[in-house]
């Protein structure tokens, strides 16, 4: 695995195992880093690539991937510049690991999930797939961008105290709306991941894949 401070963003790249294969893009929650999500990456598929980057806002010395005002409420205005620099890294950072950019799976949880809806909204040439593990609606687009060719597994908590049921389906209906193709699944949990939501993405990206 290498670890490195190249491109803007502290990361860990690891190789896939079959060349050409798919990259995960892994984006942890708010407080996680680069190491965080390296071994849920290798549940879901134990031979893609792995791209994890370490978000670069620090909240009270908590990394994520982009400011906050308050709990659920974003400041806007750096989540596009946040987004944006972000897409640029993966572009860049498959030029430097020679991977293909047309198979990218980005998998993130909590505020990685948000900045990953993000992605897709603003940057969705930078996404194939993505499996977003207790998101919210991070921005409304000024247009919907076409996400017909897109697959995404969303998955939420019943019982989350952070993003509730309403705010997952709110972003699915954004999704629906610019047409991708959207799997979701319901946990009867908070807002902490489990084994089983972990296996059933697992299972659902190797049936598209
Ligand atoms: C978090 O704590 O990360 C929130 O649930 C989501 C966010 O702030 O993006």
Known sequence: MTHSTKLGFIHNFLESKERHKMTLLLLH??????DDLIRLGSEISNFAA?????GKILENGAPRFFRRLAEGVFDVKDLKFRTHELA???KKASE????????VVVIGYSNGANIGASLLLLRPEVVSVAILFRPMVPLIPDTCPDLSEKSIFISGGLYDPI????ETERLVDLLKKSRANVFVHWKDSGHELGMDEI???SKWLSNIK
């Open 29 to 34: 929650g708010t407080g996680g880093n680069e």
């Open 50 to 54: 792995i791209l994890s980057p370490r």
């Open 88 to 90: 640029d890294f993966v």
């Open 96 to 103: 430097l690991y020679d991977f293909d950019i047309r198979n």
């Open 163 to 166: 993003v509730s049921r309403r």
């Open 199 to 201: 296996s059933e993405s």
